[in-house]
Nanobody, 126 residues
Framework: QLQASGGGLAQAGDSLRLSCVLS????????MGWFRQAPGKEREFVAR????????WYADSVKGRFTISRDNAKSTVYLQMNSLKPEDTAIYYC?????????????????????WGTGTQVTVSS
């Protein structure tokens, strides 16, 4: 099970850090991702972190502002969000991709993730 936390209210330009803990499974065997869903919109890819090393991928809309990281010892993935904008307002979901792993061209496709966490609301005011 995945449990996300850290959302809340922020003003434009502020920072927030989201956390997501995986329990009951071996965290180090999963690539981890963050997605978000704004009202009336499809759930979209935000970032992904490989299970090994430091390979990361980002949506263009967050590149340079958001950073995904993980701590395998704590079974936790993080999303550091800086320079927040009102358009970042959404429910944020963490997700785990286990074997067989998605190929690079499918990293942004939510159908290739096996487990989903509870969402955490992020609201950014202007």
């Amino acid at each position: 099970q995945l449990q996300a936390s850290g959302g809340g209210l922020a003003q434009a330009g502020d920072s927030l850090r989201l956390s997501c803990v995986l329990s009951g499974r071996t965290f180090s065997t999963y690539d981890m991702g963050w997605f978000r869903q704004a009202p009336g919109k499809e759930r979209e890819f935000v970032a992904r972190h490989s299970r090994h090393g430091v390979n990361t991928w980002y949506a263009d809309s967050v590149k340079g502002r958001f950073t995904i990281s993980r701590d395998n010892a704590k079974s936790t993935v993080y999303l550091q969000m800086n320079s927040l904008k009102p358009e970042d307002t959404a429910i944020y979901y963490c997700a785990a991709d286990g074997p067989p792993y998605a190929i690079l061209s499918s990293y942004r496709d939510r159908r290739h993730y096996d487990y989903w966490g509870t969402g955490t609301q992020v609201t950014v005011s202007s």
